[in-house]
């Protein structure tokens, strides 16, 4: 497989050059509006016979700079930076879809994403079916003639489970429908595009960014659909106008040549974790286990020396247990009672009652969605072994 050769890390840090005044940094461009020498020249910005930076919703220079590092970092020909996940998400979905179209997507995703799917297209006329994304027959059943695209994250939330992007790719293809897939959980440790994805979305207020000072997102893909989407009569992106701000990109562009040194690390203490959990007797769900369903599958598709993500979710059964749980790691310093991920310190969140309260009853039973699980995002700890003691003081304290 391709994937073998390709390392982002290496891939990213092919873009960084320095500035007009060889800053290392790139300088942070602070204009809306950009100045032109001519009137011809401006007309001919507008009509495509001229590149230039025309107007900051459209292209600036930090953010294309950004954007470089993302497409190198992904393997992509281009990219496109939000102002959030669900920018990037919605622009991606409306750009591909109209009144007519039908969606299949996974069952379980980012409870947003969910939300959009269920309330917000319909309302516009775009049908979309969820399906079980590790069950591939059902996949390409659900598939119809009006399908414009397979919607899936490589690793769900909340569930952590695995997408078969060569499997599900060749399913698109097949049927001549688009593969989007959001890799917020596994920037690094996944290249989807050159497992055979057509569109990659990011949220990266999460690992990318790494610093939850900010929301941002990236859209990933083709030099043709990132331009379809910035077109000045028709894109999306231009239309609607979720364009990341030139602050906030320089910022996030800083941490993103660190991303692939925090990603080993959340991983290396994630699976420290996991495994002792599994050693306690708690119901363990971890990518990098065994038992894990698609721990195989990860392993075969994963560039390997970023491991097995920093995410790791348990079961304790009652919302009650889990609270009374979170609370006290919370107190005794493990890290945050909150909802979002890839932060330096651990947080953790009840899935069912916070990030996937969007999902109904029903739907969280048929994806196994349990009320009493707990989701990690494990931090950046020099001595995991240290915080697992304290964990572990916790879950004796609380008697689980
Ligand atoms: C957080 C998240 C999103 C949404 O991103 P925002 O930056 O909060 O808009 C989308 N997908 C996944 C998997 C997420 O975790």
């Given at each position: 497989m391709s994937t073998q050769k390709f390392d982002p890390a290496m891939s990213l840090l092919q873009t960084a050059h320095t500035d007009?005044?060889?800053?290392?940094n790139q300088s942070i461009n602070d204009s809306a509006t950009f100045a032109f020498e001519s009137g011809q020249q401006m007309t001919a910005t507008f009509e495509g016979e001229h590149q230039a930076f025309l107007y900051s919703r459209h292209w600036n220079p930090s953010n294309m700079e950004l954007c470089k590092s993302l497409a190198g970092m992904e393997g992509t020909e281009s990219a496109w930076v939000t102002g959030s996940g669900m920018a990037a998400i919605t622009a991606t979905i409306l750009q591909l879809c109209k009144t007519g179209d039908h969606i299949v997507s996974?069952?379980?995703?980012?409870g947003g994403t969910f939300a959009f799917f269920k309330n917000w297209l319909p309302q516009i006329g775009v049908e979309v079916t969820f399906v079980d994304i590790a069950n591939l027959d059902e996949v390409e059943a659900a598939v119809k003639d009006n399908t414009k695209l397979i919607y899936t994250e490589?690793?769900?939330?909340?569930?952590?489970q695995i997408s078969d992007i060569p499997a599900l790719s060749e399913i698109a293809k097949k049927h001549d429908v688009k593969l989007v897939v959001d890799n917020t959980f596994t920037p690094m440790i996944f290249s989807p595009i050159k497992l055979g994805a057509d569109v990659v979305v990011y949220s990266?207020?999460?690992?990318?960014?790494?610093?939850?000072?900010t929301t941002a997102g990236a859209i990933c893909a083709s030099e043709e659909f990132i331009n379809s989407l910035i077109d000045?009569?028709?894109g999306t992106a231009m239309l609607l106008g979720p364009v990341l701000d030139s602050f906030r990109s320089s910022s996030i562009h800083k941490n993103l040549f660190t991303l692939h040194i925090r990603m080993k690390q959340h991983s290396k203490n994630a699976m420290y974790l996991a495994e002792k959990f599994k050693e306690y007797g708690l119901k363990v769900n971890y990518?990098?286990?065994?038992?894990?369903?698609?721990h195989e599958l990860m392993t075969r598709m994963m560039?390997?020396?970023?491991?097995?993500?920093?995410m790791i979710s348990i079961d304790l059964g009652s919302v009650k247990k889990a609270s009374d749980f979170m609370a006290l790691m919370q107190k005794k310093g493990?890290?945050?009672?909150?909802?979002?991920?890839?932060?330096?310190k651990t947080l953790f969140s009840n899935s069912g009652s916070?990030?996937?309260?969007?999902?109904?009853e029903s739907y969280q039973k048929k994806m196994g969605l349990s009320e009493g699980l707990v989701r990690y995002s494990v931090g950046?700890?020099?001595h995991i072994e240290e915080t697992f003691e304290v964990i572990k003081s916790c879950l004796k304290e609380l008697g689980i």
């Open positions: 007009d005044h060889f800053g290392v996974s069952l379980t995703t980012y490589t690793m769900t939330n909340p569930l952590l990266m207020t999460k690992f990318i960014n790494g610093k939850n000072d000045l009569n028709t990518a990098g286990c065994k038992e894990h369903p698609q560039n390997k020396e970023y491991g097995y993500g920093g493990v890290g945050y009672l909150a909802v979002s991920l890839g932060y330096f916070s990030t996937s309260s969007e999902v109904p950046l700890d020099n």
